[in-house]
């Protein structure tokens, strides 16, 4: 089994930018495949972006492609996602979560593997 903590989460004025940071152990991190996702109030839990375990592959909700960028370290067990042009939409709490299988990437379900959220609060 895999712990995950976030981090980095914070407020920020709309145009603005965040980096989150999501620390692995206890699994083999190189092993899984790891994605954000976000829920806002009143919401559903919706997919961010994912990155393969081979590292060859990303992927995008259309709500934040071009703007957000997910990317992983294996040396440091940790996946990152860069949040750029924040709008104030984009407020929610972000999740990190980590899975074996990854063929189903924009389903919640699909990962066994969570950490606790950070939330994000972008202002107007």
Do not use: H
Not at 8 to 25: E, K, N, P
Not at 79 to 97: F, R, W
């Amino acid at each position: 089994q895999v712990q995950l903590v976030e981090s980095g989460g914070g407020l920020v004025q709309a145009g603005g930018s965040l980096r989150l940071s999501c620390a692995a152990s206890g699994g083999t991190f190189s092993n899984y495949n790891m994605a954000w996702f976000r829920q806002a109030p009143g919401k559903e839990r919706e997919f961010v972006a994912g990155i393969s375990r081979s590292d060859d592959n990303t992927y995008y909700s259309d709500s934040v492609k071009g703007r957000f960028t997910i990317s992983r370290d294996n040396a440091k067990n940790t996946v990152y996602l860069q949040m750029n042009s924040l709008k104030p939409e984009d407020t929610a709490i972000y999740s990190c979560a980590a899975a074996l299988v990854g063929n189903s990437w924009r389903f919640a379900r699909a990962y066994p593997y969570w950490g606790q959220g950070t939330q994000v609060t972008v202002s107007s």
